[in-house]
């Protein structure tokens, strides 16, 4: 599989797989309309703007607080970003471990989000940078002299509803997938995600 600029944000989850047990993923969230939001691009560099500074001071705090999940990867785009993060659970102890954790995923109802999983992750990410760059526009934005900034919410939402993830399964593959993420500046013309206009905040 080659990932030059071939991801959406479509659900691919396995139906069997255990989101909250031990895995590592390549996973990528990207904004609503694709609105580069976050800074751009300069001499193969990201240069992030105010949002962008939370966007990304908001992903290594998110590390500091959820110790089951551990970052491999990382880098932040205009306008979306990539990462490999493994998870890596609590043990089980034997009283505790009744069922399997595949078991408990697969009678578990679909619509739920389980603790400490990939999407619960995800969600507690999302709406802890909604939440701080909602706060820097009500510090720093004159409704009057700025309409089209809004805050955000499910209406005006910062980032498309689902993210892409891919189980990553070979240490061949999780290499080619760390070059990818390092190289992603670097390429960012050639990306489908590409978009010379850009937000100055």
């Excluded at 390549?26 to 500074?53: A, L």
Aim: hydrophobic share 30%.
């Amino acid at each position: 599989m080659k990932y030059k600029g071939k991801y959406n944000t479509g659900s691919s989850r396995l139906k069997k797989w255990n989101y909250a047990g031990k895995g590592t993923y390549f996973i990528t969230m990207v904004t609503q309309n694709r609105r580069c939001i976050f800074g751009s691009i300069e001499n193969g560099m990201m240069q992030d703007n105010e949002w962008g500074k939370i966007t990304r001071r908001e992903w290594y705090r998110s590390f500091e607080i959820r110790k089951e999940i551990s970052m491999d990867a990382f880098v932040l785009m205009p306008n979306h970003l990539h990462a490999v993060i493994t998870i890596i659970p609590p043990a089980v102890t034997k009283e505790k471990a009744v069922t399997s954790p595949e078991v408990r995923a697969k009678a578990s109802p679909a619509f739920i989000r389980k603790p400490k999983s990939l999407s619960s992750f995800v969600a507690g990410y999302k709406s802890s940078v909604t939440t701080q760059i909602n706060n820097w526009i009500d510090r720093n934005i004159s409704p009057m002299l700025f309409p089209e900034l809004k805050k955000y919410n499910k209406e005006n939402r910062l980032w498309q509803p689902n993210y892409h993830d891919h189980i990553v399964r070979t240490p061949y593959e999780y290499h080619r997938i760390l070059r990818y993420i390092e190289n992603n500046p670097k390429k960012w013309e050639e990306d489908r995600l590409y978009d010379k206009y850009h937000l100055s905040v």
